[in-house]
């Protein structure tokens, strides 16, 4: 039996395979990624893993809608701040 991915080469793999054409990132849920994540890890929690790369800025996550959007690095949709948006709006 061979040795299985590191949860990182796991998710980054999924990134680069799952997505679709013209898309930069997977949806969590819509795409398997969490089944295909249980099912290779006999039951290891996908959000975990996840939540332990984002932080360590291995992978970028954005929440959506049923889940969260997956991205590897440098691919994610810029991040706004939304004070600097309404100071925008409101002409200020």
């Not at 990182?8 to 795409?31: C, D, P, T």
């Not at 975990?48 to 691919?75: C, F, H, N, W």
């Amino acid at each position: 039996m061979s040795e299985k991915l590191s949860h990182e080469e796991f998710v980054k793999k999924a990134i680069q395979s799952l997505r679709k054409e013209g898309y930069k990132g997977i949806h969590s849920v819509y795409s398997g990624f969490n089944s295909a994540f249980k099912k290779y890890y006999d039951g290891d929690n996908p959000v975990d893993a996840v939540t332990q790369l984002s932080q360590a800025q291995k992978i970028i996550v954005r929440p959506v809608k049923g889940g969260v959007m997956l991205y590897l690095p440098g691919e994610g949709p810029a991040v706004k701040d939304p004070a600097e948006e309404a100071l925008k709006k409101m002409g200020l």
